[in-house]
């Protein structure tokens, strides 16, 4: 076993811990974060590697197998988001959602594989983002030091705003 897939797997027991223990000690923020990172564990699992084999770039980005793991994928992402609605309530499930939407999870995918994206140009796999659907508008996409900051901007809102309206609304 490589150090990615153990580490890996660390990450992915300590948000399991995290969804559990905040589920019985109503930590919702600790729910919020242990959820982006189980979903980007999941992510780095399923594509890295098992369809990409450790980090590759897949025969073919259109085969049946991508199609395959994109549906698995977001059949998980529905149920994890579910989930969250049960035992942490409609702001932290929202909360999670939109950590995806701005791209909280996919750091975390990098960030677990040490895959050094900020040299690859573009990130054009990122137009569903916020930021990235505005650039998409002008037939451009994000930079990897765009997509950074709107992660890490995007999920310290939804933080500011999961607070706010778990404790002052």
Partial sequence: MNTTFIRTLEILAVSIIGMVSSYFYALPILMFFSSLFLFGCYDVLGFYFLLTREGGIPSDPKSRTNAAYRIIQ?????QLGVLLYFLGGLYVS?????????????????LCTWQKYWTWGPVYWTWWTPWGLLKRIFGKYLSPEEFTLQAILGV???????????YYF
């Fill in 156 to 166: 310290l809102g939804i933080l500011s705003g999961l607070i706010y309206f778990l």
């Fill in 94 to 110: 929202l909360a999670f959602v939109l950590g995806w939407w701005v791209g909280g999870a996919d750091l975390i995918y990098y």
């Fill in 74 to 78: 977001t059949l998980f992402q529905i």
